[in-house]
């Protein structure tokens, strides 16, 4: 992935009410209110995966799933809580460009109304 780049999570089990776009990476607030989100990241071994999770624009929380000097998969999970008015956006996207690896099926994101 490149810098800046918005992570997809195009499998998706659950989306009640539709604000996660699998398509764009884009969750979109259905109402105000407190959302909490959490997304986890599985990198291989000798890569890394730097993420961050941005709402309108502003940068909230990092995701940093290092797999260097290992001889193994390495998972990373992160959360925020985040005040949001209707249709306003979050997503998770790449935050570094060198070592990129993010390991496909099993990497996640979540995001509820609390």
Not at 10 to 28: I, P, Q
Not at 30 to 37: L, M, N, Q, R
Not at 63 to 81: C, I, V
Request: aromatic share 14%.
């Amino acid at each position: 992935m490149k810098n800046q780049e918005t992570v997809i999570f195009d499998k998706v089990s659950l989306n009640e009410g539709n604000a996660y776009d699998n398509t764009s990476g884009v969750f979109t607030a259905p109402s105000d209110g407190i959302y909490s989100f959490s997304w986890t990241i599985l990198t291989a071994s000798e890569k890394y995966f730097i993420s961050e999770i941005v709402h309108n624009g502003v940068k909230i929380a990092y995701n940093y799933a290092d797999g260097r000097g290992l001889n193994a998969y390495l998972m990373s999970t992160s959360h925020a809580n985040i005040k949001m008015k209707k249709n306003e956006q979050v997503w998770i996207k790449a935050s570094d460009t060198n070592g990129k690896y993010a390991h496909d099926g099993y990497c996640y994101f979540s995001g509820e109304k609390l």
